[in-house]
């Protein structure tokens, strides 16, 4: 089976639509009427495919193909992404799993063969997290690692929350999706990075998350002019946390794979000719394997005891802002994904995610995996953000034939 | 002669009151009611001593004592500070050698004798420069490095200018001091730095200010995911600003007596999990040697030059901000001050002061020089800032004793 490049690149910029702002990128900002449009679009594909659309109590989209038969409880295969959109977004992250999900989907459907178990398309509410927290609202609320009420209580910078909005424009629905015996949830993202581009793959097989560790960290000293305080009579903060700041940086030269990020860091008067008494500081450390990032959480936390030094009039201190654990994924889904690549005479690379996705979250639950396409120079989150016609089309024909695999499609035939 | 001690500290706190903040703290910003209350309080006992009070363009006051028969063409001593404050001032700074001035005028006042110059007390307008731009402005007026043009045209953050407030408060006069024939300016001033305090000295002996450069540095690399980027795929403004920093700060040690001051410096998007992509900071460098300035001057720019690596896609570029050349002060009037100080049986400390002074832009017309007193703590602008009594008056009675000897008062009788 092959999609429709022509009917997915159409869909995408159909999708692209809905929210475009005249300066140029997509806002469908979660579980705003942009958003809500955004969904009712996908709903309306998949109810002319004929297929049941399922609304869960927090909006989680879900359009469910039956197998020949009628409904069975038997290892429902579950595949997509979400659709709502940072402030300034592109047109592929998210949508591009979504899109290419329905694409499979009809593709599926229009063949007239029929797996043995449910295939699922899956669009969660709230991935991106940024009117309201946490990110992967939707998904870990179907987890069950987040509850109605707390969603529904979660309020956006004006103070309005998600059930307000969710009541506003009768988002949520009553469905359930216990019946279907999900087994498995695999998702098509674009990489957000540069590791296929500058490796010029085709395909990324992503083996597992990283895990996040944050951390802020606040350096005090004091406040003295500029003028008239001699260097040997300093309690300089600007230059104490500069130095511990380029103490953690060494820490990737030391743990393979750590990737550490310092990426807001905040002077105190933060004035010219006045000596810096405070600044604060975040850390975001990531690695893939859970004893690893622990080892780097210690050091970080090691590093900052060892520059707290109250006799020298400079303090440090720290707290945990944030945690993920890393996650493997299902080796099952992970070899599926690598298989369709190779059966497409396509250019693999097994990586990790440096990002989080509701693939991460639903790991908890079901065997999970993710396949990445190209982005060019690693951009998202912004208009620029940009795949080439064919870095998708790949994505969503191995999305397909992954599908196809994962649900028993005879081998000989695909 | 001697000062009136108690005298003396009471108008301090009498001065201290006008502008009181309620959480502590003084506010007499420039040109604002309480300024005008301020130099009105000084104006009220200048009259008190039948002394003859002179008011400019600009506002600045002036206090005049004339010799035995009135009005001569001879070499006035002049010596003063100002009464404006910052935001939220201690008692001193300014105000100490204001009110120690006229502490010393009514001592010579009462005692008498008259000397053959004309002594002169003045209170600059706007040292502070905190509403309105420059500080120092009523010096650089009265020096005629500044039109009046210029000054009523300063506007504060509310956009009102200086010479809707002059005129608003009936600030300005019309009075000019061509006909005093002034040669010298010595002002009495808090150290606002640590080193008399560290080095347990009575009374500063100011031989110059050091001159000051400000640059702003602009980092640039470029933004992106901190959890999907490689390390070595990074182009960290912030990485790449700390480490520019941390160079730049080491010229303190390659340069003798070299003050560099990283105050200021601000990330882009300044969020926790982005690579930033720019950063902004601000450079302080001081020295009172004019070569040895231009050449810490040429060190930076040097540095930046280095640091600046679009091949890397690691930009750097700077711009001078404000220049101010060092001043050496003239050595009749610094030997007048270490020789009061030695007759008061007190321990000076030649030393140069770190910031700039109504007595640093006056050494461009008159023989200038200046009197510290200890700080605790270095601290100043801040209710915080204090100097014992005991401090104040070693300061008043050298300032007073220096004042004598420059009018060439009898030494046998001092």
């Known amino acids: 089976m092959h ?35 955004g969904r009712n679009w996908v709903q309306y594909h998949l109810e002319a495919l004929g297929l049941q659309v399922r609304i869960d109590e927090v909006g989680n989209l879900f359009g469910v193909l039956y197998p020949e038969g009628g409904p ?45 178990r449910p295939l699922v398309l899956a669009s969660f509410v709230n991935e991106e997290g940024v009117r309201y927290m946490p990110d992967m609202m939707g998904s870990l609320f179907h987890a069950g690692d987040l509850s109605l009420e707390a969603v529904r209580e979660a309020r956006d910078r004006n103070g309005v929350s998600v059930g307000e909005e969710m009541d506003r424009l009768d988002y949520a629905g009553k469905d359930e999706l216990t019946d279907l015996g999900i087994d498995t949830f695999l998702e098509l993202h674009i990489e957000q990075g ?16 990283q895990g996040l560790s944050w951390f802020e960290v606040t350096v005090e ?48 008067p933060n004035l010219i000719n006045v000596i810096p008494d405070r600044v604060v500081f975040t850390v975001d450390a990531r690695h893939p394997d859970p004893a690893t990032l622990e080892d780097a959480e210690n050091r970080i936390r090691s590093l900052c005891t060892a520059a707290h030094r109250p006799e020298k009039g400079l303090t440090v201190a720290w707290k945990p802002l944030a945690r993920v654990a890393p996650c493997s994924f299902a080796s099952g ?59 998708i089309i790949h994505g969503a024909q191995v999305l397909l034939r992954s599908i196809l695999s994962l649900a028993d499609y005879p081998t000989s035939a695909s």
């Open 194 to 209: 540069p590791v296929l581009e500058t490796l010029n793959r085709h395909v990324g097989i992503v083996t597992g998350v």
């Open 221 to 268: 000293g004091a406040s003295n002019h500029a003028g008239t305080t001699p260097m040997d009579l300093r309690r300089d903060a600007g230059k104490h946390a500069a130095d511990l700041a380029a103490r953690l940086r060494i820490l990737t030269d030391e743990i393979e794979g750590l990737r550490l990020t310092i990426g807001s860091m905040t002077w105190y």
């Open 333 to 391: 889904v992970v070899e599926a994904v690598a298989d369709a690549i190779d059966r497409e005479g396509l250019t693999g690379h097994r990586m990790i995610s440096g990002a989080g996705h509701d693939a991460h979250i639903l790991s908890r639950c079901y065997r999970a995996g993710m396949i990445f396409i190209p982005s060019r120079g690693g951009v998202s989150h912004h208009p620029d953000e940009y795949s080439t016609d064919e870095q």
């Open 3 to 37: 999609i429709d490049a022509p009917r997915l690149l159409r869909r995408l910029d159909d999708l692209a639509a809905i929210g475009a702002l005249p300066e140029g990128g997509v806002q469908r900002l979660a579980f705003s009427d942009e958003d809500l449009a």
């Open 72 to 116: 069975i409880d038997a290892g429902a295969i579950m595949f997509g992404s979400h659709t709502d959109t940072v402030g300034r977004a592109g047109r592929l992250d998210g949508s591009l799993g979504v899109v290419a999900a329905l694409e499979a989907l009809e593709v599926i459907v229009t063949s007239g063969w029929r797996p043995a």
